[in-house]
Each structure stands twice: as C-alpha cells, then as structure tokens.
Nanobody, 115 residues
Framework: QVQLVESGGGLVQAGGALRLACTVS????????MGWYRQAPGKQRELVAR???????NYADAVKGRFTISRTNAKNTVYLQMNNLKPEDTAIYYC?????????WGQGTQVIVSS
C-alpha cells in the first residue's frame, strides 16, 4: 500500500522561504511523475508543480520563478523549495503521483504565509 508523508511546512512571513519534503513508500517511485499539490481554504486542490522521473519540471503560473521542485529517486523523496512566499500561497500542501494520483493522499503539510 502506498504511503505519502509530507513535511516541512510552517508559519513564515511574506518574502520568506520553506522547503517541503515528501517521502513515498510502497511504490516504484523512480518511474513516476510526481507532483506537489495545494489546497487553500474553500478552494479546490490544485497542482503547483510536477517533475518527471528524469527531472524535467513544470510549474503553475502562480508559482513560476519562485518554487523549485526536485527529487532524489534513491531516497524516494520529492522536494519543493518555496521562495518569496506570498500570503496567497497559504494552503495545505500535498504530494502525489501525476496525472493518475494514488487513491490515498498523505496528511499534507500546512503552510501559512503572513503579510
């Protein structure tokens, strides 16, 4: 059974930075495209970044130039470096496979950006 464990969230002032990490177990991690998603209060979950098994990355327009996704296949871990954070980045952040997500999501990690 696949297990996704996110970490690294917290409270930060606008302009600050955080690095999120997600460790995946129970799956052949290295062959999958992995994504970071977020869900803000009252909004639908959205994809913010994804990375192929070979390291090619794509970003949502809202985070382009500020966020960097990376992965270490040997550690079954995907990262999200978030710089120049804005209050609108406040959300619970999740990782999952893309585009066909695993049925069970992790608990996510809360990011709160104060103005």
């Amino acid at each position: 059974q696949v297990q996704l464990v996110e970490s690294g969230g917290g409270l930060v002032q606008a302009g600050g930075a955080l690095r999120l990490a997600c460790t995946v177990s129970g799956s052949i991690f290295g062959v999958n495209v992995m994504g970071w998603y977020r869900q803000a209060p009252g909004k639908q979950r959205e994809l913010v970044a994804r990375i192929s098994s070979g390291g090619s990355a794509n970003y949502a327009d809202a985070v382009k130039g500020r966020f960097t996704i990376s992965r270490t296949n040997a550690k079954n871990t995907v990262y999200l470096q978030m710089n120049n954070l804005k209050p609108e980045d406040t959300a619970i952040y999740y990782c999952n496979r893309w585009p066909n997500t695993y049925v069970t999501w992790g608990q996510g990690t809360q990011v709160i950006v104060s103005s």
